[in-house]
């Protein structure tokens, strides 16, 4: 029996790749950067039973049509916005993703993020690496106290939730908005349910945790942050898209908000001539909010055994489109 081919869209460590090399043949790009090329991913696909994608892949009609023996697609990441997952849907494909594994790691990353812009911390690193640290000055980069201070989610999923749970170590009263009300995670956490303008109003740091949907594009624009403290510190690490760039710019050089750390930017690299770099109080790390080996490696693992399962016939593990196997076990 011939076996079926698959395509993976980046490097991967060979623990993953072995994994998939014993059930598969395996076509693979193999670098890191740039990401596979539109014309490449196009001719790899072209006799693929399953793929393997990154978040960065654009994976639309024009690669679904590319590949008409196509089983199976397997997104190495909790998000799936890089996906057009309703033209998948109509071709019945399902569409695996990683969730779970890295709740708690990028929960860790966003508090980072929250201690990291409260405390000043990299313009302290750059203010030595200037050469201009010559004394103890007393009010010389002066930050925030975390202790104490409101913290606002938007957004109450898993991560949030986890999110939260940090926040109760620094006696942080916690607030989030929500497109539901989680009563369960109000137990969880002893977070609040406010409305949106409360949650702008009232919040002393706000991080995001809400998938980038048409209803939360651009979520914090200009309007949001002028109803915001001009104390507030915003954290992102859910998806650049959630947040306006060029209206965080204004709101930032101008003085609407304080301080602003981001693990993720629209557009994502960001150019090296964004504005937003040329910012002190704006502190952009490349995304690396699930960035530990232990859940990189568990995130590898499970899109490989979602890919496995479809290119065998079998329900993905997790499969964010179940509707295609319309009520029946696949086969």
């Known amino acids: 029996m011939t076996a079926p081919k698959i395509f993976v869209t980046r490097r991967l460590p060979e623990e993953t790749l072995n994994l998939l090399r014993a059930e598969c043949e395996v076509s693979l790009w193999p670098h890191d950067a740039p990401p596979v090329p539109r014309d490449i991913l196009l001719w790899e696909v072209r006799d693929a039973q399953g793929l393997y994608a990154m978040l960065t892949d654009r994976i639309d009609a024009a690669v679904m049509d590319a590949a008409p023996g196509l089983k199976v697609i ?37 508090f980072a993020l929250l201690l990291a812009a409260a405390r000043r911390l990299q313009e302290g690193a750059d203010y030595i690496r200037r050469g201009q640290w010559k004394t103890w000055i007393p009010f010389e980069l002066t930050g925030r106290d975390i202790h104490g201070k409101t913290l606002g989610l938007a957004g109450m999923g898993r991560i949030g939730a986890a999110v939260a ?95 602003a750390a981001l693990d993720v930017t629209e557009p994502e690299p960001l150019p090296i001539t964004h504005p937003l770099l040329t910012l002190p109080n704006c502190l952009i790390i490349p995304h690396l909010g699930s960035a530990s080996v232990a859940t990189r490696m568990k995130m590898a ?23 295609v196997y319309g009520g029946r076990q696949a086969g």
């Open 74 to 110: 397997s997104n190495m990441a909790v998000g799936y916005d890089n996906i057009v997952v309703k033209e998948a849907t109509a071709r019945r494909i399902p569409v695996g993703n990683t969730p779970g594994v890295l709740t708690e790691t990028t929960a860790d990353l966003a």
């Open 165 to 259: 749970r940090r926040a109760r170590g620094f006696d942080m009263p916690v607030i989030y908005h929500n497109r539901h009300r989680a009563p369960e995670r109000e137990a969880e956490t002893g977070a609040r349910y406010v409305s949106w303008g409360e949650l702008l109003a009232q919040s002393d740091f706000i991080s995001i945790h809400t998938p980038l949907t048409d209803e939360t594009r651009h979520l914090f624009n200009a309007a949001a942050f002028q109803q915001m403290k001009r104390s507030a510190i915003l954290i992102n690490t859910s998806r650049g898209g959630t947040v306006d760039p060029l209206a965080l710019y204004e709101a930032l050089k101008r003085g609407v908000i304080a301080y």
């Open 301 to 323: 693992t499970m899109a490989a055994r979602n890919l496995l399962a479809g290119v065998k016939g079998e329900p993905l593990p997790h499969c964010v489109n179940p509707e």
